[in-house]
Each structure stands twice: as C-alpha cells, then as structure tokens.
C-alpha cells in the first residue's frame, strides 16, 4: 500500500481520531470534509454527498479509503452508491461503517450499501458498530442535561461501544490486508439497558440521571418539536425495534481482534468525558 488514505466525514466524531490515527502510523490522508477543512496534517478536500463531484481528482493517488454514510439521511443508498461506483473505477480498497444487524434483512440501506461494495471488485473490510457511547454526549445530550434520558428503547440491552474503538478498528482495517473481505461486528465488553447506563452516567458525573422509555410515537412527537424532519423522525424510531427485541445485547471480540486491545468500558467512556457530559459543556 502506498497511496494515500482518503477519510470521508473527517471532521466527525470519528473522522477526527482515524485521521489521527492513520497519521501516526505514516499514512499519507486526504481529509474529505464538506468545506474542505484543514484537519490535522492531512491535505483537505472539499466533498458533500449528492453535490456534483470530480471522482478522478477525489480519489487522486488514494489506494484506500474509509467510507461512512452521513446522518440524517433516511435513503443513505442513494447517496453512497456513486461513491462505491468511482472507487471500484479506480481500484480503491474501502473500509465501511456499516451498522450492527445490518445483515438481518437485505432491504436495509447498510445492508444495501455492503452488497454493491461485496459486488464492486474493490477489496473491502466492512464494520459494523453497536450504539456508540459517544451519543449519550451528542444526540442524547439533552436528555443528560435534564437528568432524564427518554428514548423508545424499552428495557432492551445494548452492547455500546467507544468511538475510539470503532476508529482504531478502521485505522487497523486501512493499514493491513489481513482482514480483506470480512465483516466485523463491533461491540463494547458488556451488555447495557439504558436504565444500567443512566446509573454509570449518573456516578461518572454526581448528577441524577434517570431513563424513561417512551413509545415511538412519542419520541417522534418530541423530535418533530425540536426541529428534526419527521420522516427521519420516524426512521430513528425504527432503529430501536431491535434495541427492544434484544437484537442489540450481543457481545464480540471483534475490536480485540482487529487492534490487539480488549474494548472500552461504559464506565472508562464515563469517566474520560464526564466534562462534556456535564449541564451546559
């Protein structure tokens, strides 16, 4: 491998450590972001999904490239497709974040997106992440700040899993062959309810923060008042049916598998970032 890695949502959540990552390692990076922001040392590029694009120039001198789909966007097939498509064309080997349990029905835009990468020619590895941690101070934040997290996840377990992982994980995946051609289920160490969660964000932080599981149609309500498109309401709602069936609660070790470290603990993500869980961080 001697190209260069090119990084898409290099300025997210994960974007910002596997760019890091991949630097320190030597990697050259191109940081694809949708201002074309300097990113670290990596050379930036301007990319934004469903605007006119010059592959040729974007996938310049790349050999591998780490693909993740935005949010926000129920129909991710349809913007990811020509990306996979104008990889292939140029031989470019893609790491991708899928989601867990993409692979339980073929209809689903992931699974959709892991078949035309599986059927592209390219080499690929394909990740696919429980819940992240990292929304409890995100998405979720809000809930945290009123010390009630309401979601329609009733008392079903997930496995969380830390951002850091998911990034080593890419980082090991664009830096090797070995793991060429595999899907890879990653997940943190244990399986948690959101009530168990609240408990361990509630010690972390010496605030009460409590959960309450409410229905779809409700959540959707909520989301709806505060701004967010129903229609992607609804399909957030959708993505907690398997939260609530249980779908969630697996546990692997894929993570040590991919980066020779065991996954880190709800707690140990608690605790490294109980500032920005704080009321008003």
Known sequence: MSGSVLVFGASGTLGVPVVKGLLEKGERVKAATRGGKAILDAEPVAFEYGAPVDFDALFAGVDRAFLLVPSGYPDAFSLVAPVVDAAAAQKVKLVFLSVLGADADESIPYRRIERKIEASGSRYVILRPNWFDDNFHTFWKAGIVHGQIQLPAGDGKTSFIDARDIAASAVAALTTNKFDGRA??????????????????????????????????????????????????????????????????????????????????????????????????
Do not use: C, W
């Open 184 to 281: 890879f289920n990653l997940t943190g160490p244990e399986a948690l309810s959101y009530a168990e969660a609240a408990k361990i964000l509630s010690k972390a932080t010496g605030k009460e923060i409590g959960y309450t599981a409410m229905s779809d149609e409700a959540f959707i309500a909520m989301l709806t008042s505060a701004g967010v498109p129903e229609e992607y309401g609804k399909f957030l709602a959708t993505i907690f049916a398997p939260v609530r069936a249980g779908y969630m609660a697996g546990v692997t070790g894929d993570v040590t598998e991919l980066t020779g470290k065991p996954a880190l603990s709800l707690e140990a993500y608690a605790k490294d970032h109980a500032n920005e869980l704080q009321v008003g961080s």
